[in-house]
Structure formats: C-alpha cells, structure tokens
C-alpha cells in the first residue's frame, strides 16, 4: 500500500537549519508532484513547497529564500532543507503526494518543526 513516511523533525533555536525527508513507499504509479504543507496551532494548513516529477518547483512567499525542496525520483524521496529558521516557522509539516492519471492525493503522518527565540 502506498504511504509517504516523514522524519527530520525536532527543535531548534531561531536561524537554526533542519532538513526533512519523506521516503515514497509502495507506490505502483508514477509521483508527479511532491511537496510539503505545514499547519501551526489555530491556523490552516498551507502549502510551503513543492517540485515536479521534472524538477519544477514553487514555493511560498514566507520560505522563499530559506527552505529548498528537492525530490531524488530513482530512490522515491523527497526533501525540505530549512535555513534561516524563524520561530513563526514552528508547525507541524506534513509530506504529500499526487500519483497516477488522476492525482490521487497522499499524506504523510506529519513532523513537528518547532523554533525558539
């Protein structure tokens, strides 16, 4: 069965680096598009990152210039690289993916990222 397994989370101070990984299990179809979300206490989840099968990337206003994402397609994998850590960067970041002809959507289990001052 098809699962995105995260891990790289933790805690780090304010201008601080993280990098997370999402390993793409199981999957039969191809991955399309694959990227990272991430939800704070009381706010919506919102789209931080993403990268196309062919290297395509977009990314928010508030990371841009700080987080790249970069996806290995041989190994299934997907990354986040974090610099420049703010403390309102502080979420819960959870992996997803689009597969197959019609984008069926998968999700990971989530990371906590947490940043202090």
């Known amino acids: 069965q098809a699962r995105l397994v995260e891990s790289g989370g933790g805690l780090v101070q304010a201008g601080g680096s993280l990098r997370l990984s999402c390993a793409a299990l199981g999957f039969i179809r191809s991955i399309n598009v694959m990227g990272w979300y991430r939800q704070a206490p009381g706010k919506e989840r919102e789209l931080v990152a993403s990268?196309?099968?062919?290297?395509?990337?977009t990314s928010s206003d508030s990371v841009r210039g700080r987080f790249t994402v970069s996806r290995d397609n041989a190994k299934s994998t997907l990354n986040l690289q974090m610099n420049s850590l703010k403390p309102e960067d502080t979420a819960v970041y959870y992996c997803?993916?689009?597969?197959?002809?019609?984008?069926?959507?998968?999700w990971g289990q989530g990371t906590q990222v947490t940043v202090s001052s």
């Open positions: 990268i196309t099968r062919d290297g395509t990337t």
């Open positions: 997803y993916a689009l597969s197959g002809l019609y984008n069926t959507k998968y």
